[in-house]
């Protein structure tokens, strides 16, 4: 978890994923941020992997500048959000992206960031009790879906998009 500036606003849960391939900014948050619906544009590409065997096609795109560091040594650089609506626990995810436009090298362990400003190298830290706290609504969002029928339609529809194992047995045997 990391807090840099966003645009503007400073936000406090923002989770930068090296797994992760994309750049997610939820609708929520950029209405809590005051930002002008003008400056999202239109997206006509989806995305895959939020749910199983799914696309996902995010509402819009929106660029907005994030800034790591303090006033002494800063980095600052343009990136693109897809935003989405979906419930959030977090304000925004930075996936791979964000890592390879500031050549960002995380350390897990501490979760430690490191990433070179003008001035030398910016160490990013965050507090260990937000990222618990964190986690823990991460966990109750999951109870919320799982024990909501929304998990058993998707129960549902992935079981009917599986491949039938007595055609795969007979193209095996060939």
């Avoid at 609504?137 to 109870?143: A, L, P, R, V």
């Amino acid at each position: 978890m990391v807090d840099p500036i966003v645009g503007t606003k400073w936000l406090t849960k923002i989770l930068m994923d090296g797994g992760y391939i994309l750049i997610i900014m939820y609708a929520k948050t950029l209405d809590e941020m005051g930002i002008d619906r003008t400056r999202i544009r239109p997206t006509g590409a989806p995305f895959h992997g939020i749910m199983p065997k799914k696309q996902t096609m995010p509402l819009r795109q929106i660029d907005l500048p994030i800034t790591f560091g303090d006033p002494s040594n800063y980095r600052m650089e343009t990136l693109t959000f897809e935003v989405v609506g979906f419930p959030r626990t977090y304000h925004a995810l930075l996936g791979r992206p964000c890592f390879v436009k500031f050549m960002a090298v995380p350390n897990y362990t501490y979760l430690k960031l490191k990433i070179l400003g003008p001035v030398g190298v910016i160490t990013i830290g965050t507090s260990f009790q937000r990222t618990y706290e964190c986690e823990v609504k991460c966990c109750d969002h999951t109870i919320a879906i799982a024990t909501s029928g929304e998990l058993a339609a998707i129960k549902k529809e992935v079981t009917k998009e599986a491949p039938n194992p007595k055609k795969l047995t007979g193209l095996l045997s060939l």
